[in-house]
């Protein structure tokens, strides 16, 4: 069984570029979240994609985005990267929304300067 | 490796004692609990989850407990192993549908001493 796969690894940006970052969800799972982790710091909700829509969303402004697959991948898009955006970005699936815990990936580092 | 222990309330025991981690969560609401485990450079790890209707749940070397009365939930782990070094976090959820939305602790820092 494949976990949750997440590309690339690290990643260095300026500010006000743009990015995309990845994610192959665990074989079997629909519904992909997408979470910020700043160093030291729990991860914080961003949004979840359920059948390639969006199902939630966290306290993220809209240049904030995503994408889900019909294979079940997804993608984060940022744009304008900001300073404060430098962070950890995990991406975890779920067999369903409900009523099933979140595997995650091992993230994306990203670096704005 | 990525490093999320910084300036987080460490536990540090010794090998072969148990721990007990603790976590307060601010939502009386919530109804479902998750322990995650994160070693430096790797997402959190799914350790253990519990419902409201429960007030223990015990999984293998681990038991979480839930006390709603105070909001609080902690996690034990029995024999602690120098695998178990990591940060630790709780997570809840306050919708009581999608588990997306978790609303993740501070975390707090795991030191085994061999």
């Known amino acids: 069984e494949t976990g949750v796969t997440q590309s690339p690894t690290h990643l260095i940006k300026t500010r006000g570029q743009q990015v995309t970052l990845r994610c192959s969800s665990q074989?079997?799972?629909?519904?992909v979240s997408w979470y910020q982790q700043a160093l030291g710091q729990g991860p914080q909700f961003i949004f979840q994609?359920?059948?390639?829509?969006?199902?939630g969303r966290g306290n993220f402004p809209p240049r904030f985005s995503g994408l889900q697959f019909p294979n079940y991948s997804s993608e984060l898009n940022v744009n304008a990267l900001e300073l404060d955006d430098s962070a950890l970005y995990l991406c975890?699936?779920?067999?369903?929304?409900?009523?099933?815990?979140?595997?995650f990936g091992n993230g994306t580092r990203l670096t704005v300067t | 490796g990525e490093s999320v222990g910084l300036h987080l309330p460490t536990l540090s025991v010794q090998e072969g004692d148990n721990s007990i981690i603790n976590c307060a969560y601010s939502?009386?609401?919530?109804?479902?609990f998750i322990w995650y485990k994160q070693e430096s450079g790797k997402g959190p790890q799914f350790i253990i989850d519990?419902?409201?209707?429960?007030d223990k749940r015990q999984g293998q070397r681990v038991t979480v407990l839930l006390n709603k009365t105070v909001k609080h939930l902690s996690l034990q782990i029995a024999a602690t192993q120098p695998g178990d070094s990591a940060v630790y976090f709780c997570?809840?959820?306050?919708?009581?549908?999608?588990?997306?939305?978790?609303?993740f602790g501070k975390g707090t820092k795991l030191s085994v001493k061999p």
């Open positions: 975890a699936s779920s067999l369903d929304r409900i009523n099933s815990p979140l595997h």
């Open positions: 074989s079997g799972h629909n519904t």
């Open positions: 994609y359920y059948r390639e829509e969006e199902n």
């Open positions: 939502n009386s609401a919530s109804d479902y």
């Open positions: 519990i419902r409201s209707n429960m």
């Open positions: 997570a809840e959820n306050r919708y009581g549908g999608s588990q997306g939305n978790l609303i």
